[in-house]
């Protein structure tokens, strides 16, 4: 693996600073729709968002919901807008839909679709996404208009490759935001940087992908990825707790984001109480690698404790009595991140609420199968129909599936399958949600730890 250096965060600094990228935090009381399509219905960088907002800012009431559906475009959203997305009254949402509208898989290699199918497609999502966000905003929802995930045009992947896609979706993400102009909507651009990372790290590791196999759904690095860019986009505080002491008297120098107490000298060492406002933010085992490709760590994730003045030796921190970090002297007087360390109590709580997240966002996730599945036209010469109708003609049509040799033939079997299976019981999945969401909030309270600094032995 290799770190990020100095100069190429100077430069993803400034790529950043040249987004055009116009977008504000959520706050206390917003309820968030994440409107998209396979990206969204199955992905997982609105769970990391609704983690990082619920480890940040644990007083804020602050409700998302995915809305995904799998294939879908612009236009199909404005369809479902008012069965599947008006009940939920959301007063924000994020839009990243457009891949199926432009037909990403036109770009194959040696494809025969004239230039002109394509630039028709991608006239008619523009108009789709106008039409979009002036019903967004005329339901009194402030939409934020996310850029296109790029497609791996360069990887090793066997899927064919898709050349042009990208640079397609860049020449017209420009006016994507003149659509978020035109409407007071936010944008956010993410196209350009994920692919610049995507293309930097195959230099080093050719069979790397920011997206997966096939070329277009990223995995859980590429959605950790996408949350980072979004966080930085809307401007969100970096700081977990800042706690700055001086070990000579000793004294609180600086305290950020929480309150310090009872800081007093033992034989050894220091001791205090700290009480901080937001929990540090857990990155999933499958995740981790976006942390070699962008510095989240150093630009949203800081929780800095300082301690000056201690006498020259190694020391021990412990955390309600845990010991958690072993240092010198002067490895506390620099500032140590206790974001990322595992073993802090305040990690374990952070965890815990990111579990909770992944119940709700899970549980939602089945609810989208059902959606998708009655999104398409498989019941419109239906009339009325009833659950049996639609089981009967699920059933139907799995015996239909299963004598071709469809690419989607599985996906949409397993797909069939499950929504005869938790059709029946959606009234109590929907019962489940509200419960669920409640749980993120009653674990995501940070309490008091206290903390002891405690010398092992005098520097050799």
Not at 447 to 457: E, M
Request: hydrophobic share 35%.
């Amino acid at each position: 693996m290799k770190k990020i250096s100095s100069i190429i965060l100077a430069c993803l600094g400034l790529s950043l600073a040249t987004f055009g990228s116009s977008a504000t935090p959520f706050e206390d009381g917003d309820r968030i729709a994440f409107i998209g399509a396979s990206i969204t219905h199955a992905g997982t960088y609105h769970w990391q968002l609704q983690t990082f907002y619920a480890t940040r800012y644990p007083y804020k009431d602050i409700v998302s919901r995915n809305f995904g559906v799998a294939g879908d475009s612009a236009s199909g959203v404005l369809k479902r807008f008012d069965w599947d997305i008006k009940p939920f009254n959301p007063n924000r949402a994020t839009v990243n839909i457009g891949l199926n509208d432009i037909g990403y898989w036109l770009y194959e290699d040696n494809g025969s679709v004239e230039e002109n199918e394509k630039e028709r497609r991608i006239d008619s999502h523009l108009e789709s996404m106008d039409g979009l966000v002036k019903m967004l905003t005329e339901n009194g929802v402030r939409p934020t208009l996310i850029t296109l995930t790029p497609v791996d045009e360069t990887g090793t992947q066997a899927r064919a490759r898709m050349v042009g896609v990208n640079e397609a979706i860049k020449s017209f993400s420009p006016k994507i935001k003149a659509i978020a102009d035109k409407y007071d909507a936010e944008f956010i651009d993410i196209t350009g940087e994920m692919e610049r990372i995507n293309i930097e790290e195959q230099k080093d590791h050719p069979d790397f992908t920011l997206i997966g196999p096939d070329r277009v759904h990223p995995r859980a690095v590429g959605h950790l990825v996408m949350a980072y860019l979004i966080l930085k986009a809307q401007g969100v505080s970096p700081i977990v707790s800042t706690v700055n002491i001086d070990a000579t008297q000793p004294s609180i120098m600086k305290e950020e984001n929480c309150d310090v107490t009872q800081c007093s000298k033992t034989d050894d060492g220091i001791s205090f109480t700290c009480l901080a406002k937001a929990l540090p933010f857990p990155v999933s085992r499958d995740a981790q690698y976006a942390l070699e490709l962008v510095p989240f760590t150093e630009d949203l994730n800081q929780e800095v404790l300082t301690v000056s003045g201690l006498k020259k030796g190694d020391y021990e921190l412990s955390i309600d009595g845990e010991p958690v970090l072993y240092g010198s002297a002067d490895i506390f007087a620099a500032g140590v991140n206790l974001a990322v360390n595992e073993k802090t109590p305040q990690y374990r709580q952070a965890v815990a609420v990111k579990n909770a997240v992944y119940a709700y966002a899970d549980l939602t996730k089945q609810l989208r199968n059902i959606a998708k599945v009655e999104h398409g036209s498989l019941f419109d010469n239906l009339t009325d129909p009833t659950i049996d109708d639609r089981i009967k003609c699920l059933e139907n049509e799995i015996s239909r599936l299963e004598d071709t040799d469809s690419a989607y033939r599985n996906y949409y079997i397993n797909l069939y399958k499950d929504y005869i299976k938790i059709k029946p019981k959606q009234g109590d999945m929907l019962k489940e949600i509200q419960p669920l969401f409640d749980r993120i909030y009653s674990l995501n309270k940070p309490v008091a730890h206290t903390y002891t600094i405690k010398r092992l032995s005098p520097e050799s």
